[in-house]
Each structure stands twice: as structure tokens, then as C-alpha cells.
């Protein structure tokens, strides 16, 4: 990377040279029987140099031929795509403890799935799906105002699920850690007692009703406050929040983090994508709204310091603002607890549609995969072709409880949530 800096910085104003490798080891089980074995290993360059306020960008998953990616990213300059703005400067950044060196191949990985697979097929009658995952991640950032940045995390996956019989919907938790870890029993166990509780399918009637979505389902409604923190939709308008640093969005219940240095959990970075130191970001704390997140590009277009959110797909694309580390805070009752206090109501325990909706203005219309139905704070069966809909920003403020107790889930770190009225429709 040092060589393609030299001869980059003869083209260029500025520079920037983004370099990632990753490998993965992964196993999965679909109906208790072993189906996939599969290793990879990727690795990449990406280039960009800043020209008279110009930007090129250019990229190749194979450093041999460095004059060459130069002359791309330098011809890409014609396209007049504007530049980020100033490079960050080099700063001493945190030690993060992110890497533990695994133990054992893929034979590891196959042992703890069949664990698994006993585990719960002894104890439900549903279709038995799970897998486990484990990889590393090494990044390092090169500018030509002396950012040199490197950092190694290692991390392991792992997801459990059994699924109702001719469908795709079940009940499922994930596990992500630094290290391989067992999948804790407890959770094994809610899987299955969840799902045996829930295996008659009922009706249940349609109109205004106690929702508890748990965090595998709680993702969708945590998209669109994303989305609308994001500084890039800020600065074209389109996002309801702008303006309102300070404002009362959400129930006083909710508090929502962005933590790229909490080492605890598993990618924790000291800098992002672009080089920019990170930082632990509240987004929103008692449910005031405190902070957009940005890139650099979007921290010059909206005037603001940058808060290192600055993250790419791959080596194929430039950062955008990225949130990779969300955390919604826990409350202070069990899930057992948020039952007895919904009474009668309907749990989401996971969705389909999640990008249904006017997801900028808080929208969502989401199919239940599966809704569990709950009487007298019991679940006693499975609701067929339901969902809720709704707005974020008028349902999050009718927080009922919050679990104490975060998960493991898409997009991040969720406790479960007790919302009341929200409109609820069933097949009848």
C-alpha cells in the first residue's frame, strides 16, 4: 500500500488507499441434517485520489498492477464527482481488544450445530434450521495527510430457528461474539418453549392492541429511526428529524447508542472506513433526539464535526454514514414480565416487509413471521396472515415496558418492546 501511495500522490492533491482482507469458515443445518460446509477468503484495494475538488475512485481485488489502478482512479476524475473535503489527521487512537485467535476448523463448528440439533429437536416438532459461523476481519486505512490505521477483529455467528410446519416462519435468537462460544442454553430453551407454546394456530381479533416486538423483529421499526438520523438525509431534506436535535421524538423508556468502542462485542473500531477517529454516539437518550451520524462528505455539507461513521460495503464502494454498532438500551422487566403487563395482545417475534412503507417518514406495514398470540399473559398460539402497521415516532412514544435484557438480532443490539395501540389486523 505504501508503493501505491507514492505513486499516487504524484497524480493527486490528496489520497486515500483502503485495503480489507476477510476469510470465513461457515456450517448450516436445515431439518437437523447437516447442509453446507463452506470456507472463503476475500481480500482488496481501493483507491481514491482528490483533485481541484474532484474525486476519483478506483479498486482491484488483486494489488499486482499498481500504475494501473492509478491510471483508473486518475481517469475517473473526469467524472467530476466532488470530494469529501480534508482528510482526518493522524491522531493516537484507542487499543481495542478485537481479535482472539480460533481453535480448531470447521469440525468445531459441525459439533456445536449438532448440539444444537439435539438440543431442540428433542424438544419441539417444527423443522429444526440453524448454522454457525466464524471469520476475520483485518482493515487498514492509508492517507497522504499521515492517517496510517490498521486493526484485526475476529468473529463468530451463530443462529438457531425451528419453523412451523409447511412455512418458513419460526422462532429463532442469534448469537455474535469475538470467539466461538456455545449457544447459551437458555436461549435453546426459549426457542423451544416459545415454539410449543405457540403451536396451535388461533385467530385472534383485528383492531387497536398490545404488540411486543422482540428484538429479532425490532429491527424494522429501528430502521427507519436510522434512516432518518442519517446526516445525508438530512442535508436533502427528506428526513422528519431535521431540525429537532434537542426535541422529545421518542418514550422517555428509549435510549439508542451507536458504541464502535465498546471492545466487548465483537468489530469494535477506534476509526472508521475514511480514517476518521470513531466514537460512542447517542442518538437518542430518553428518547431526546441527540445526534445525526456522518461521513466527511456529509459532515462538510451539514457543517458538523464528523462522527466516524464512515463505512464502505466492500473495496467496491466509496463510504456512506453507516451505523455497525446499534444498541438500544434495556429496561427493567423480564420477558415474562412484558407478558403479564401486554395481558392480551400479540407478540412479534420476527416480520417480512420490513422495507415496506415510507420508511424515511417512520412508516411500516409489516407481515408477522410468526405473531404469537397471548392471553392472560400466556401465549397460546400462532396467528396465520397477520400484521401491524403503524408510525414509529407515534408508537415508540407508547412504550409500555422494555426488557432488561438485550439480544443479539438484525441490525444490531435490542431489548424486547411492549407498545401500546398499535393497529393490528388479522385473517378472520
Request: some cysteine; glycine content about 10%.
Amino acid at each position: 500500500m505504501e508503493r501505491l501511495m507514492e505513486i499516487a500522490r504524484r497524480h493527486a492533491d490528496a489520497v486515500t488507499v483502503y485495503g480489507e482482507s476477510a476469510t470465513q469458515d461457515e456450517v448450516g443445518f436445515e431439518n437437523g441434517r447437516l447442509k453446507t460446509v463452506d470456507s472463503g477468503m476475500i481480500s482488496g484495494t481501493a483507491l481514491t485520489l482528490v483533485k481541484d475538488g474532484k474525486q476519483g475512485f478506483a479498486y482491484t481485488r488483486n494489488l499486482i498492477d499498481r500504475e494501473g489502478l492509478v491510471r483508473d482512479a486518475v481517469a475517473a476524475l473526469a467524472g467530476g464527482v466532488e470530494a469529501a473535503g480534508d482528510l482526518p489527521a493522524p491522531v493516537r487512537l484507542p487499543v481495542l481488544d478485537t481479535a482472539v485467535e480460533p481453535t480448531g476448523g470447521n469440525a468445531v463448528l459441525a459439533e456445536e450445530c449438532r448440539r444444537m440439533t439435539d438440543y431442540l429437536s428433542s424438544r419441539a416438532r417444527g423443522q429444526v434450521n440453524l448454522m454457525s459461523s466464524r471469520g476475520t476481519n483485518e482493515v487498514r486505512v492509508l492517507t497522504s495527510s499521515g492517517v496510517d490505521a490498521c486493526t484485526r477483529a475476529t468473529n463468530y455467528f451463530a443462529m438457531a430457528g425451528v419453523l412451523y410446519p409447511g412455512s418458513y416462519s419460526g422462532i429463532r435468537r442469534m448469537l455474535s461474539a469475538k470467539a466461538f462460544a456455545p449457544f447459551p442454553e437458555a436461549e435453546l430453551q426459549f426457542i423451544a418453549d416459545t415454539y410449543n407454546a405457540s403451536a396451535k394456530e388461533v385467530k385472534a381479533p383485528s383492531g387497536r392492541a398490545r404488540v411486543l416486538f422482540l428484538a429479532d423483529a425490532l429491527f424494522a421499526l429501528a430502521w427507519r429511526l436510522v434512516e432518518a438520523t442519517e446526516a445525508k438525509n438530512v442535508y436533502e431534506k427528506v428526513s422528519p428529524l431535521a431540525g429537532r436535535i434537542g426535541a422529545q421524538v421518542l418514550s422517555e423508556k428509549l435510549t439508542v447508542t451507536d458504541e464502535p468502542l465498546n471492545d466487548s462485542l465483537p468489530g469494535a473500531r477506534a476509526f472508521d472506513d475514511e480514517g476518521t477517529p470513531c466514537r460512542n454516539l447517542k442518538l437518542f437518550e430518553r428518547g431526546v433526539l441527540g445526534n445525526f451520524f456522518n461521513d466527511r462528505f456529509y459532515a462538510r455539507k451539514t457543517g458538523a464535526e464528523p462522527t466516524g461513521h464512515g463505512y464502505r460495503g466492500d473495496v467496491t464502494s466509496r463510504p456512506l454514514p453507516s451505523l455497525q454498532h446499534l444498541t438500544m438500551a434495556p429496561g427493567e422487566h423480564s420477558l415474562a414480565d412484558l407478558l403479564k403487563l401486554m395481558g392480551r395482545g400479540v407478540v412479534a417475534a420476527g416480520v417480512m416487509g420490513a422495507h415496506s412503507g415510507n420508511r424515511l417518514n417512520g412508516d411500516y406495514s409489516l407481515g408477522l413471521s410468526p405473531g404469537l398470540w397471548v392471553e392472560d399473559g400466556a401465549i397460546v398460539g400462532v396467528v396465520k396472515d397477520a400484521m401491524v402497521a403503524g408510525n414509529v415516532y407515534e408508537d415508540l412514544k407508547n412504550v409500555v415496558a422494555v426488557e432488561d435484557t438485550v439480544h443479539d438480532a438484525p441490525m444490531g443490539r435490542f431489548p424486547a418492546l411492549l407498545l401500546d395501540n398499535v393497529s393490528f389486523t388479522a385473517r378472520g
